[in-house]
C-alpha cells in the first residue's frame, strides 16, 4: 500500500531512534505533585478541595466550569498542602503518602456493547479527558456534535510528526488493544461507521502492531503515511487519509469526521475499562539528557524530576521544550508540572542551540511558500503584517494559517515568519472585531 | 535543579533548517563557475581583468553605501559578487575596464541599494548595470571580437544568422559577451541549481519553451538559433531566475517565463536592437508584485462551507 499525504510540508530531521525503541517506564512518583486547575482550552476548574483534605487517587478535584472546560482529578493520594497559583495559574498542590489509595468512584463502567453514546461521552467528561496530542481540547466538547452536523468517520492520529517524540509510537506498539478498543469507543460516541487510524511509514512496527490488533474489525483500517512534517495536523491528516479539505474556516465535523490522538483513545479505554479517570500520561524524554527514554508519570510531576530520572542533562542545556520542537513551548522554569498536555520534554542543549540567528531581508526565494501546508503565501503575509495592513491579510487567508511553524523552519533569512503571521492574525481579528 | 536563569525562552519552531541566505548565493557563484572559466578560456585576460573589476567594484560598492547608510556591511552574504559577476558576463571582452567598474558602481547603488538593498529591489541590479552602459556606450557595448577571426557583430545582429554553425554556438567558439558563448557551461551551472532547489524550473522552461515555439513561425534562424544566440541561455538560468526580483508563486513563474520569452522574440524580430534578453527581463520584473498579486494559490480549503 502506498503511502498517502498531503501536499507541500518539510522534511525536518526526526531523531526519533533515541527513544523508539524503547518501552515505556514508570516514572517514580513525586513526594509532592503540583496539579493546575487549567490542564485544557477553555475555563479553569473549579477547586473542590481545601488544605489540609486527605484526597484518593483519581478522586475529583476540580469541577469543569461551563461546557468548554474539564474536571480534575487526584494522581496520588494524600495531603493537600495548598491550593494556590503557581506561575499564575491555581494549582492544588499534593504531598503524596505513596499509599496509591484508589478513591471509591473508582470502578469499571461495563461492557461497550451495553454503554450508549450518551453514557460513554459521560464517561469521557468524568474522566477529564482531553486531546493528548498536546492541543489539550476537551474529548467530550469534541465528541458532542452540534445539531444538523453528521459524523461518520473518526481518524486516530498516530501520525506523531513531530520530530524526537515517540510516545504515540510506543502506545501503538505496546498497547494496541486499547488503542482499537478506545477507537471503538469514539465512533460509538459519534455514531460513525469508519474507523481510520493513520500512521508514519517511519514506525513499520507500530503499523504491524496495529494491523494485527484490527485483524477482526471491518470498520477500521490502518493507513500508512509519508514521513512529512505537518502529517499530523488534523487538516493534513484527513486530506492524507480521505482526500478531502476542510473547508477554509471550518472544522473537521465539516468534512463528517473526528480526529483524535492515540493517547486519547488509550486514555478512554481506561476510563472505561478500570474507571480511572485521567491521571497519568506517557511523556518522550529526549534530547540532551543522559538516558533519553519513554515515561508514564503522574499528573503533576515536576519536569525536573522527570529529567532526572532520564539521567540529567548533557552538558549545559539550552532549552527545555514541551512537547515536540516544531511546536512546543519553551520552559524557563523546572520546578513546574507535567501536565495533561506534555507529551514531550525536550533538551536542547547550549551547543546546539548556537546564537539566535539574526534575521536578514526576506530574499523572496518562496521557500516558505513551497513549504506551506495551508497553501498561503507566508512572505506576503509578513510585509503585510509589518505594514499594518490587517484587512488585507484576509485576503491572503491568514486565518488558515495552521501554525505549524514550516515557513520559519526553512526561512533561509531566519525571519521570525510564524511570529509575524501569528500578530498578523491577532491585528485581523483585533480589526474584524471592531468594524462589527 | 536550580538551572531556570541559563535556560532560553523563544517562540517554535525550535530547529531550524541549515539552509541561509549566503549559502544560496555562494551556491550560484559555484554555478557560474563553468562560464567564468569558458569565458576566460576563450577571451583570456582581457575576460578576466573584466571579471575581476567588476567583482570587486561590486562588492566595495555594496560595502561603502552599507557604511554611509549606518547599516551592517553584508558583504560576506556573497549577493554582491553575484551581481558584480554576471555583469561582467553581460559585457563584450574588450570593454574598457573603467567602463565595466562604472557599470558595476550603477549595478550595485542603482540596482540594488537606493531600494534598500537586498531583497527589496525590482529590478536585477547586474541588468540595471548593463542597460546603463549600454545607453551610455553603444559602441564599445556593441563591438565583439571573434574567437579567431577579426572583430564582427554578435551572431544575432549578422545578415545571415544561419550561417554561424550552431555547433560552435553550442560550444562557445562564437563572438559575444563574456558569458554568451558556451550554452553548455550555462546549461552545466543551471542544472546544478535546479537540482539544489535554488531556482524554479518553470522560468527557464517558460522563457526558453516561449521562444522556440515563436521563433519557429517568426523571424530568421529557427528555434535553436534563437536559444542559443546571445544571452538567453545565461538569461533564462541566471538572470530570470533571480529570487528577488521573480514571483513567488508558481504560476506567477509561469507567466513570468512566459511573458519573457514573448518580449524577448518582439525585440529580437521586430525590434531595432539586436539582443532582447536585457529589456524582456527588466520589462517584467516590473510586472512581478501585480503577477504575485493575481497568482495567489488556492488555499488549502478554499471553498465556501456548504458552497
Redesign the interface.
Known sequence: MKARTFEQG?H??YNKELTAGKAFKLASQPEEVIIPLQQHIGAPAKPLVKKGDIVNLGQKIGQATGFVSADIHASVSGEVLAVEKVNGSLSVKIKNDFEDRQDESIKAKGDLKDLSAEELKDIVKEAGIVGMGGATFPTHVKVSIPEGKNVDKVILNGAECE?YLTVDHRTMVEQAEKVIYGLQALMKMVDAKEGYIGVEVNKPDAIKSMQQAIKAEDKISVVPLEVKYPQGGE?QLI?AILDQ??????LPL?VGVVVNNIGTAVAITDAIQVGMPLVERTVTVTGAVKNPQNLIFRIGTPL?QL??ESGG?IG??????LGG???????????LPATKGTSGI?V?S?DE?GA??EA????????C?DAC?????P??LVNLTKADMNLKLQ???VL?CIEC??C???????I?I??WVKLGKENLQAELRKSE | MSNRTQLTVSPGPHVRSKESTSNIMFNVVLALLPTTLTAIYYFGSSALMLIIACSITAVATEALFQKLRGIPVTIGDFSALVTGLLLALTLPPELPIWMAIVGSIIAIALGKQVFGGLGYNFFNPALVGRAFLLASFPVAMTTWKLIDVTSSATPLGADNPTAIALKDLFLGRVGGSLGETSAVAIILGGLYLLYKGYIDWRVPAGYLGTVAVLTTFVGKGGPIFHLLAGGLMLGAFFMATDMVTTPVTKKGRWIFGIGCGILLVIIRVYGGLPEGVLYSILLMNMFVPIIDKYTLPRAFGEVKING
Open positions: 518539510i525536518p530531521r520530530p487538516k486530506k479539505e476542510v473547508p477554509s474556516g471550518g465539516d525536573s529529567i532526572e542533562f549545559t542545556p539550552g532549552k527545555v521544550i520542537p516544531m511546536m512546543g513551548q519553551a520552559q524557563s522554569n523546572l520546578d525536550l536542547l547550549k542551540l539566535y540567528p536578514g531581508p526576506c530574499i523572496r526565494c518562496a521557500r511558500v501546508p495551508a497553501k498561503l503565501l512572505t506576503a485576503d491572503y487567508h488558515d511553524g514550516s520559519t523552519y526553512v526561512c533561509p533569512a531566519n521570525e510564524l511570529q
